[in-house]
Nanobody, 113 residues
Framework: QVQLVESGGGLVQAGGSLRLSCAAS????????MDWYRQAPGKQRELVAT???????NYADSVKGRFTISRDNAKNTLYLQMNSVKPEDTAVYYC???????WGQGTQVTVSS
């Protein structure tokens, strides 16, 4: 059974930093690409960043230069380092395994101005 558990969300001031984690189980983590998505109130879920099994990363234009996706295959954990956050980054953040389309339950990030 595949499980993805996000953590690290919370309330942060604009300009601050936050690191999200996603602990994965039930999959061979090291061979899977992984994604971070987010969904703001009243908006569609959007892709934030993706990382290949080899560590190549891609980002949405809105977070490029501020967010960094990374992975620790020894810990079966995906990360999203969020720097210079803005109020428009407020959303529920989800990790996803594209293979099989598995999702975590999400973690809330709120950025105050």
């Amino acid at each position: 059974q595949v499980q993805l558990v996000e953590s690290g969300g919370g309330l942060v001031q604009a300009g601050g930093s936050l690191r999200l984690s996603c602990a994965a189980s039930g999959i061979i983590f090291s061979i899977n690409a992984m994604d971070w998505y987010r969904q703001a109130p009243g908006k569609q879920r959007e892709l934030v960043a993706t990382i290949s099994s080899g560590g190549s990363a891609n980002y949405a234009d809105s977070v490029k230069g501020r967010f960094t996706i990374s992975r620790d295959n020894a810990k079966n954990t995906l990360y999203l380092q969020m720097n210079s956050v803005k109020p428009e980054d407020t959303a529920v953040y989800y990790c996803r395994v594209p293979w099989g389309d598995y999702w975590g339950q999400g973690t809330q990030v709120t950025v105050s101005s």
